[in-house]
């Protein structure tokens, strides 16, 4: 569904990603592990259209998405979850979930999502950035579930939750894997990333240095956890 | 009481232009992020426009009241296609300088053009009568002037809070990088955007034709108040701008009013520069301000 080649990105003079090379199939979810400044944000947004110092292809389903901006990524089906929330204060819960357009027949409905995430029925017509970090991380996932997003870009979207609510959001991405989704997922929790993803790849100073699969991950999670730095 | 009543119903008149002009800047900077310094020459430009259609072609007040804003609001996604979207990647500081320029050149064409001196416009003559308020009697065209702008500013609220249309500027305001990740092309509302905002200032120099003197130099003299009023309120906060524009006319008349007679027209002037730097030491973002996000 998505392929990447020869992505290279810039921030000013300092190169972050080098010739970054993976694809993601259709109905898989796959992880981008690496400690902090390895490129894995700067990945997601260059595959969304929001960083633009970059040089590579990317597609989505064949078509190429080098020339093409943010907002028609996000129409052929790309979903973003920012690792701040993204909540916008001067709108509401709802605002907030009917913004975005919806762009596939995956999209669910406002009584399918506010029966999945009860909390944000309740808080309907609060501005969104009233809501505790825990239901505005919720609403960030139920936004893209509305657009009925084929490739949902997870930014580190358990950062700084309980672990019930971690818990919460594994569900949800099965849920989205289950439904026939495909999610792309930067995730520093290694363990919460084997419980939820197919494939993981590690970055390291802009490069994928190692590709694992769930089994690899498990054998080597301390490892891992040492070289992340976790 | 009668008096003070008066007084701040005057106060009141003279806040709707400021809250006009101030709306408009607001709603251009919050999706733009450009200071338009052209909007008080886009004031004049209005009120001239109410004056050249009634001299030269006979039209009524009320026809200029549509034609004007609408023909400006041309001129304003002229402007914005031709100049300034060109500037918009670069520091602020450029389209300042192209607005402060545009400003420039508006006034000394309309200077070479009509001189100088004030321009007569006369009160539409449905409108030229007083109006009994039950404490004291007001004139007519005053009361038109407050209704219209707080109908004006009631319906942009409407817009911009009950419309999908306003959730979407709203939300491209608040986050443009966001908002284009959620399919919206934020670019395709910024020239309608800078044109809207442009209309405001036009028909606010309409409003002001019959009641203030129709000079080139009459936008420039109240735009730096409005930029007061706009900082004050919170920069790109529409509420905030509004507010602060029926505010600061308000507390101007009282001033010129109530302050010891050698001190009024220095209090009166100066008050808005003071509530503007009492603020920003406060509030840095303005009192309905919001601190930037991605």
Known sequence: ?230 | MTNFLEQTFNGLVSGSFLALLALGLAVIFGLLRVVNFAHGAIYMLGAFGAYVLADELGLSFWAALIAVPLGLAVVGVVLERAFIHRLTRLDPLYNFLLTFGLTLILQDLVKARYGVQSSPYAVPSALSGSVDLGLFEFPAYRVFVLAMSVAICVGVWALLTRTRIGMVVRAATERPELTRAFGIDVGRWITPVFGFGVALAGLAGVLAAPMRAVHPLMGADLIIVVFAVVVIGGLGSIFGSVAVGFVIGVLQVWAEAYAPESWRALIAQTLPFLLMAVVLLWRPAGLFGREETA
């Not at chain 1, 944000?41 to 093409?68: C, E, F, N, P, Y």
């Not at chain 1, 709108?91 to 009584?111: F, H, Y």
């Not at chain 1, 657009?147 to 949800?172: F, K, W, Y």
């Open chain 1, 1 to 230: 569904m998505l392929r990447i080649d020869g992505l290279n990105a810039w921030y000013g003079e300092a190169q972050v990603l080098r010739d970054v090379a993976l694809e993601v199939a259709s109905g898989e979810v796959v992880t981008l592990c690496g400690r902090n400044g390895a490129g894995k944000t700067t990945l997601l947004r260059s595959v969304m259209g929001l960083h633009t110092q970059q040089r590579g292809a990317i597609s989505l389903r064949g078509t190429d998405l080098t020339k093409k901006p943010a907002h028609s990524r996000a129409r052929l089906g790309l979903g973003w979850v920012q690792d701040d929330r993204g909540s916008y204060a001067t709108l509401t819960v709802t605002e907030n979930l009917t913004l975005p357009p919806r762009v596939g027949p995956r999209s669910w409905s406002l009584d399918r999502i506010y029966e999945m995430f009860p909390n944000l029925y309740e808080r309907r017509s609060s501005p969104a950035t009233k809501l505790s970090g825990g239901e505005q991380q919720m609403l960030a996932l139920a936004r893209v579930l509305r657009m009925g997003a084929e490739l949902l870009l997870c930014d580190e979207p358990t950062e700084g939750l309980s672990p019930l609510l971690v818990q919460r959001v594994g569900e949800i991405l099965r849920l989205v894997k289950a439904d026939g989704g495909t999610v792309l997922l930067v995730e520093q929790n290694l363990h919460f990333a084997t419980t939820v993803a197919d494939r993981h790849h590690l970055l390291a100073e802009g490069r994928v240095v190692e590709s694992l699969d769930n089994t690899e991950v498990r054998n080597r999670e301390r490892e891992l956890l040492a070289y992340l730095g976790i």
